[in-house]
């Protein structure tokens, strides 16, 4: 992310304006991922204060070539294990259930339905997968980064990070596929 | 994304997931209090450890403990 240098730089000095700027590009993305990582809303709210706390603490020794996703994300995904920690969370079997919003409405009600369905089987997929498979998957699919910048998050090598996207893929897939076919089943149940 | 992940559609359809929006107040809030830090980590720096000086709206003494404005 060559985009950043200029303002890591200004981050390094304290600049109130430039911690706006990347407050403003990363405040709702990074509650997103801590949100869908532990599930539970006010979890979230407090380890992204302390988040934003930890960057303010070691802005002033970033490295001129810091990609500020990355390390934010870093220091996000850290806290949350800390939390499992220090809860005695298993951070693998991290599952709360809570509810989420209700998904933007779509054109029409059924579209509406059928989205929010899907979108309500994705969501309980993910929270059922372990966590260093759904924390993948976040980083990916849902942040965009690349699995190299994901990798750097979760610290891991590129090759372990793309190997654990490919389980994460085949079991989301698995428990996803394995879900319909059960709908599928108790339908031929009512229509022969 | 690398185009290596879009061919899934699950993972597509991840992607399509609606956002989980912080709370505003709180967002502010917490925005408030890191520049407040910063200000701090800044001032130091640019006083080079001398009190700093009054502002002309401050009628009060600050730093060598002259009065401003009276």
Redesign the interface.
Known sequence: MDGDSALVARLKAADGDAFDELFARFHPRLFNFLARLSRRRDVAEDLLEETWLRVVAHAPRLRPDTCLAPWLFTIARNLFASYCRSRQVDYEAAVGIHLWPVPAPSPSPFEAAAAGQLQKRIEVALATLPGTYREALLLVALEGMTPSEAAVVCGVSPDAMRQRLSRARALLADRLEGAASVRVARLGEVWP | ??G??RV?P??????????????AS??EA??R???L???R??LP?AGAGEPRRARPDEGWPVGNGEPVNG
């Open positions: 994304m690398s290596e992940h899934d699950w993972i597509e359809a991840i992607g399509g997931l609606p956002r989980v929006m912080p709370d709180r967002a917490t925005r209090r890191c520049g830090l910063l200000d980590k800044r720096a």
